[in-house]
């Protein structure tokens, strides 16, 4: 197709300039004084068609298929993310449209779950606010004079308040469990209802619950033992100098340890846990893998995503945290019920906000990850029906 000037020639052919002579017409121009192209031959009868009509243009054979619209050059965008290597900003716009078009399966899972723990405790302290009392006097303190029916409801107050958030949080669990299924199918333009993405979790709610605990055992265990070096230095030695440098160099050397593990096995468990056919151990080796050269890339946006989330959890929690002390204190007979109500309506704002937003952006930087390790774009874009399987 050589009559188009926005076309490069065939490769190997010679330039235009090289083929025509000095002063000749240029190729394919018609000698001089024929007709122009298309007119009919000279003697031909007014209103007779020309004897060889002009080629119809060309038309691709009929097993023809066009390319999707956007194949060439421009990132396929199905639902709430491009299909291509995320970028922050992609991220976080890709996080607030999952939330905004899957309220239901995002926000309204986490709502449900942290209300449904927190009627425990509102419960017992209301029980024992009306029966036993609050065992607290005038003043906001716990009343030396108490019964020991008044102990046991301060007790029992307080623990049914430890219960219910610690029930929250695993809720939460199950909550991020779900959200990566639902940006999983926002990724391909599908959306999930609350009851479609409980059900994506059949099979691995269990292991999801393991891979929490067996996290936070390890943790728990790995704090403890550095703090017990220190102490066990402190007690031997009985050197206060000793002791507090000891305690600097383990803080030095144990936070960055702990924050490196936590990015190279912890961080991108729980996408890879619920979206493949993996076990929970197999799944902090697949968070190894996928997080091999692209640490601190995972490591800033992980920072930057507890620090958003932790500024907007603080203002919306922290005015009915402040406002149930001071009710609390103004009527103490029912000190306990007011706290404990104060403080679950703060938690369910929070983690409304928390916890979708933060596993939407974790199960985000997961399929990043793959897409750029595993062209995993590509096999989005199968499953989204843009190109065939």
Request: aromatic share 8%.
């Amino acid at each position: 197709m050589t009559g188009s000037p926005h076309q490069f020639p065939p490769p190997g052919a010679p330039p235009p300039e090289e083929l025509a002579a000095p002063g000749a017409p240029p190729p394919g121009a018609p000698p001089p004084g024929a007709p122009p192209p298309g007119a009919p031959p000279l003697g031909a009868a007014v209103g007779q068609a020309p004897p060889h009509a002009p080629h119809a243009p060309y038309a691709p054979p009929p097993s023809y298929a066009a390319p999707p619209l956007g194949m060439l050059g421009a990132a396929h965008k199905p639902g709430a993310i491009p299909l291509r290597p995320l970028t922050l900003g992609s991220m976080y716009d890709g996080a607030f449209r999952i939330i905004r078009f899957n309220p239901k399966a995002t926000v309204g899972a986490a709502v449900l779950v942290t209300a449904v723990a927190m009627i425990l405790p509102i419960a017992v302290s209301a029980v024992l606010a009306f029966t036993v009392g609050s065992g607290v006097n005038s003043s906001g303190e716990i009343d030396e004079d108490a019964s020991t029916a008044e102990a046991l409801a301060v007790l029992g107050s307080l623990g049914s308040l430890l219960i219910g958030t610690y029930a929250a949080q695993i809720g939460i669990i199950f909550v991020t469990g779900m959200v990566a299924h639902v940006t999983h199918a926002a990724a391909v333009g599908r959306r999930l209802t609350l009851a479609e993405a409980w059900a994506a979790t059949h099979g691995k709610r269990w292991r999801l619950i393991g891979q929490a605990v067996l996290v936070g055992v390890t943790s728990l265990v790995a704090i403890g033992l550095l703090v017990g070096v220190v102490v066990l230095v402190a007690v031997v030695t009985g050197d206060a100098l000793l002791t507090v440098l000891l305690a600097l160099a383990v803080a030095a050397g144990g936070i960055p340890l702990l924050v490196w593990l936590w990015i190279k096995l912890v961080f991108l468990a729980t996408p890879a846990l619920m979206l493949e056919p993996i076990g929970v151990f197999a799944s902090f080796g697949r968070n190894w893998r996928l997080s091999v050269g692209q640490f601190w890339r995972i490591l800033g946006i992980g920072l930057l995503t507890l620090l958003i989330v932790g500024v907007a959890g603080s203002i919306l929690s922290t005015p009915f945290a402040f406002g149930s002390q001071i009710g609390a204190a103004l009527v103490p007979e029912y000190f306990f019920l007011i706290l404990t109500v104060g403080q679950a309506i703060g938690l369910v704002l929070q983690n409304a906000f928390v916890a979708p937003f933060t596993a939407a952006v974790t199960s985000l930087q997961y399929l990043d990850q793959r897409m750029r390790k595993e062209a995993y774009d590509v096999e989005l874009m199968r499953e989204a029906g843009l190109i065939p399987r």
